[in-house]
């Protein structure tokens, strides 16, 4: 079936660098865009952006501009974030999502949880 | 843009019915008809339950259905069940390529 499947936990110190994957499977990979969805501990849900994984280019929500990089390597079908100068307050779960249809999104992968922490 | 307003919990008795809102304005909730809605049980991933107002995926149950009356939008489960227990997520298309997610709903089935 149609999902995605994240890269696992990551513990980072503040300053360093992470990059999560975020690989697709039994879908033409580019032809669905990737969303990424930012949870931290106890909040809710807060979109980060979107990548049109046909030509690379990203939009990034007002908050997420600067430090965060979305890439796509469509030989493996695979979307990446990339966290750089990483604060306690990055510490999350960081979910991809396929968008099945405008604005709207289905699977979601299973989250990758980054703690940030000295 | 700021956050869609959502209540921080709902609850109902099984069988009975409850309805969640999620209240925007004319640029993103009542802009266009592209308010979708999450579930999520605790420790896993959201997964979509309504999408386009009230058109729902195969395989969620009739149960769930919504609805928007211009800036808020509505999500209705009938007929409650245990397993509706979950956080509920609304979010809409806010211009200029941009999504927006409420600060989400605790559903407690009692």
């Known amino acids: 079936q149609v999902q995605l499947v994240q890269s696992g936990s990551e513990l980072k110190k503040p300053g360093a660098s992470v990059k999560i994957s975020c690989k697709a499977s039994?879908?033409?990979?580019?032809?669905?865009?990737i969303n990424w969805v930012r949870q931290a501990p106890g909040q809710g849900l807060e979109w980060m952006g979107w990548?049109?994984?046909?030509?690379?280019?990203?939009t990034y929500a007002q908050g997420f501009t600067g430090r965060f990089v979305f890439s796509v390597d469509t030989s493996v079908s695979t979307a990446y974030l990339q966290i750089n100068s990483l604060k306690a307050e990055d510490t999350a779960v960081y979910y991809c999502?396929?968008?099945?249809?405008?604005?709207?999104?289905?699977?979601w992968g299973q989250g990758s949880l980054v703690t940030v922490s000295s | 843009q700021s956050a869609l307003t959502q209540p921080p919990s709902a609850s109902g008795s099984p069988g009975q019915s409850v309805t969640i809102s999620c209240t925007g304005t004319?640029?993103?909730?009542?802009?266009?008809?592209?308010v979708s809605w999450y579930q999520q049980h605790p420790g896993k991933a959201p997964k979509v339950m309504i999408y386009e107002v009230s058109k729902r995926p195969s395989g969620v149950p009739d149960r769930f259905s919504g609805s928007k009356s211009g800036n808020t939008a509505s999500l209705t489960v009938s007929g409650l069940q245990a397993e509706d227990e979950a956080d509920y997520y609304c979010s809409s298309y806010a211009g200029g390529s941009n999504v927006v997610f409420g600060g989400g709903t605790k559903l407690t089935v009692l």
């Open positions: 039994e879908y033409t990979f580019r032809n669905y865009a």
């Open positions: 990548i049109n994984t046909h030509t690379g280019d990203a």
């Open positions: 999502a396929r968008e099945k249809g405008a604005y709207w999104f289905d699977p």
């Open positions: 004319s640029s993103d909730v009542g802009g266009d008809n592209y």
